[in-house]
């Protein structure tokens, strides 16, 4: 397991810097001081290994921001402070974990263009699984105290937040919005974005 775990760390970190379509199985054995074969025998194909990946490093991302809010402090929140927690959430992301942002930026755009079989998808697949009952327990408190507005469907608020503000704090993180002298900084305009969205959402008590 400490060799598997290796070798995940260290194609994540060559993926994230020089993203995934130009290193090979043979950079990341050479890099992890492993042979090809050893390699092959933990991640049989390359797509595996990145879709092992990508699934280990949001599930280790999600569990370490849920400790952030213990269960005794979760029961206490209404809907509406749960879904700021959840919108603070991408805030971290851009300011402390960068990283991640790069890594999932290529790794978004490395899956479309490897198919694959439907199983080797099936580990990321349930690891959103488990974001999305997360966010289902969080608009069934705000349904049920209230403070959500309910006139959108879980579906569609679960999707618009996470899509809007993943695509936000990841196009300043890879660079792909130039910011100008004198213009208003990126945290700045994501933490309004962030508002907006709670405004949206939710519903004053």
């Avoid at 995934?20 to 025998?41: H, K, M, Q, Y």
């Avoid at 694959?116 to 990321?124: F, K, L, N, S, T």
Wanted: glycine share 6%; hydrophobic share 40%; charged share 25%.
């Amino acid at each position: 397991m400490e060799k598997q775990q290796h070798i995940l760390e260290t194609a994540y970190a060559l993926f994230s810097e020089k993203g995934i379509t130009p290193v090979t199985i043979t950079d990341v054995a050479e890099a992890s001081g492993v042979g090809r074969a050893t390699l092959f025998r933990y991640f049989p194909s390359k797509l595996e290994l990145v879709i092992a990946i990508g699934t280990w490093k949001w599930e280790e991302y999600i569990d370490w921001h849920n400790t952030l809010l213990p269960p005794e402090k979760m029961e206490t929140l209404t809907g509406a402070e749960w879904l700021r927690f959840f919108l603070d959430a991408f805030l971290d992301l851009y300011r402390n974990h960068a990283d991640i942002l790069r890594f999932n930026y290529n790794f978004n755009s490395y899956l479309q263009y490897e198919v694959g079989e439907a199983e080797q998808r099936q580990p990321y697949l349930r690891m959103t699984d488990g974001l999305g009952e997360l966010f289902h327990q969080l608009y069934e408190r705000g349904k049920a105290d209230g403070t959500l507005n309910t006139e959108y469907s879980e579906q569609a608020m679960f999707s618009s937040i996470f899509h809007i503000m993943l695509a936000a704090v990841t196009r300043y993180a890879v660079g792909l919005v130039v910011v100008y002298e004198n213009s208003s900084q990126p945290e700045s305009e994501l933490v309004m974005l962030a508002e907006m969205l709670l405004a949206r959402f939710t519903r004053e008590k």
